[in-house]
């Protein structure tokens, strides 16, 4: 069996897609016959205008390859994502159209991917395994709720695109179940729900326990900075309203930070450090220097359906995890992350009357993190991608 594996991030790129494609890719590898291959095609490292590696364009092992396209630079910004990815897009076309390939998978969060992965296996006439971390439609149908015509046309053209990407695929992976209800108008494709997980550089540094702290005590947020988070229309306000007691940490990179630089500015804020992506090894190391672990999503219905790779992550230490969620993420928290506190997205004087009301505690989360170790969730959809693979 050969299997063609479209995954925009891989690593040593940052982010939750490329940390959960290359454990799961490297999982496959355990479930395969000798004579089974894996071609995975990729990008290099470009999540982060700010974070660049070199990084050979192409890795062999006895079953599989390994190739990161080059793409234009960008700022995640929407052009420039574009471009991007019509770049891998194209790149992809040329490597593979004299190859064939007995199945094709493909993860999305903005569905092209997820496109690209449908045009490979109607092309090749193979099953399609879809992996879906996000609700790219229905984000853009909330963003553009209030536009005018063009809004309303993008989102309709995305949405044919939806229907042709999801409709026939043979099986589709939802990474949370809110957004099960969703995708009721696709019957054709078999269903599973494996999640984001705990990986094992987590869960071995989640083993430390923290000493007894004081004040100023350390909020840290480490990930995307962009619309889908928000952080410009809380932490400015919450951090001003804080004082010197708190210092707010956010670490990353993404479209709004310019917009949450201007605000800090803007209301003379001295207790945000901004600090540019860093690698996994050093996040740790802001990890267990912090106090509390912070997120937030964006109050957009869009955002109620998502769970958040940024819980499993943070659930691996003994820290209190403040998030601004609501809907099916808020209910995960509540019912599995304990020693947490919880606030309206966007509602800073809710995260600062929720910091005042609580007293700090550090809490070992043993059960969670036993239950969501990220080898348990990749051994279950490796088998599940190679039973697809083998029915045909």
Same mark, same amino acid.
């Given at each position: 069996m050969k299997i063609l594996f479209l995954s925009y991030s891989f690593e040593p790129d940052l982010g939750a897609c490329a940390f959960r494609n290359s454990h799961l890719f490297h999982e496959l590898l355990k479930h395969l016959d000798k004579d089974d291959y894996v071609r995975v095609i990729s990008t290099v490292p470009n999540r982060y205008s700010s974070f660049s590696l070199d990084v050979p364009y192409e890795e062999r092992g006895? /079953?599989? +390859?390994?190739t990161r396209l080059p793409v234009p630079k960008?700022?995640?910004?929407?052009?420039?994502? %574009?471009?991007?990815? @019509?770049s891998y897009y194209r790149g992809v076309k040329k490597l593979v159209r004299k190859e064939r390939y007995d199945m094709v998978y493909a993860t999305s969060a903005k569905l092209f991917t997820a496109f690209l992965g449908r045009r490979m296996s109607y092309r090749m006439k193979c099953p399609l395994y879809l992996d879906i971390r996000d609700l790219f439609v229905d984000n853009l149908g909330d963003i553009y709720s209030n536009s005018k015509v063009a809004g309303r046309i993008m989102v309709w053209l995305m949405s044919r695109v939806e229907k042709y990407t999801f409709g026939k695929a043979t099986h589709i992976n939802l990474i949370s179940e809110g957004f099960k209800p969703y995708f009721d108008k696709y019957p054709?494709?078999?269903?599973?729900?494996?999640?984001?997980?705990? $990986?094992?550089?987590?869960?071995?540094?989640?083993?430390a326990r923290t000493p007894e702290r004081s004040k100023p &005590? %350390?909020?840290?947020?480490?990930?995307? %900075?962009?619309?889908?988070?928000?952080?410009? +229309?809380?932490?400015? !306000?919450?951090?001003?309203?804080?004082?010197? !007691?708190?210092?707010?940490?956010?670490?990353? !990179?993404?479209?709004?930070?310019?917009?949450?630089?201007?605000?800090?500015?803007?209301?003379?804020?001295?207790?945000?450090?901004?600090?540019?992506? %860093?690698?996994?090894?050093?996040?740790?190391?802001?990890?267990?220097?912090? $106090?509390?672990?912070?997120?937030?999503l964006n109050d957009l219905d869009c955002f109620k359906k998502v769970l958040p790779s940024k819980i499993?992550? &943070?659930?691996?230490?003994?820290?209190?995890?403040?998030?601004? @969620?609501?809907?099916?993420?808020?209910?995960?928290? #509540?019912?599995?992350?304990? /020693?947490?506190?919880?606030?309206d997205p966007n509602d800073a004087e809710g995260l600062v009357n929720g910091l005042k009301n609580y007293q700090l505690k550090f809490e070992s =989360?043993?059960?969670? #993190?036993?239950? &969501?170790?990220?080898?348990?969730? $990749?051994?279950? +959809?490796? !088998?599940?991608?190679?039973? @697809?693979? =083998?029915r045909g």
């Open positions: 006895d /079953n599989y +390859m390994i960008h700022s995640n910004g929407k052009k420039g994502l %574009v471009k991007a990815f @019509v054709k494709p078999e269903y599973s729900f494996f999640s984001n997980g705990i $990986d094992d550089i987590f869960l071995e540094a989640g083993k &005590y %350390v909020i840290t947020y480490a990930g995307n %900075v962009g619309t889908g988070q928000s952080l410009d +229309m809380v932490i400015p !306000d919450a951090a001003l309203k804080l004082g010197d !007691d708190y210092i707010f940490r956010i670490i990353g !990179d993404g479209g709004t930070l310019p917009l949450l630089k201007e605000r800090l500015e803007s209301k003379g804020v001295k207790n945000v450090q901004l600090i540019p992506p %860093v690698k996994r090894e050093e996040i740790i190391n802001y990890y267990k220097d912090s $106090d509390f672990l912070f997120l937030q499993f992550e &943070y659930g691996a230490f003994d820290k209190p995890v403040i998030a601004g @969620v609501a809907g099916f993420a808020r209910q995960f928290i #509540r019912k599995n992350v304990s /020693n947490h506190i919880l606030y =989360r043993d059960a969670f #993190r036993e239950t &969501y170790k990220r080898e348990f969730q $990749d051994k279950a +959809m490796a !088998d599940s991608i190679v039973q @697809v693979g =083998r």
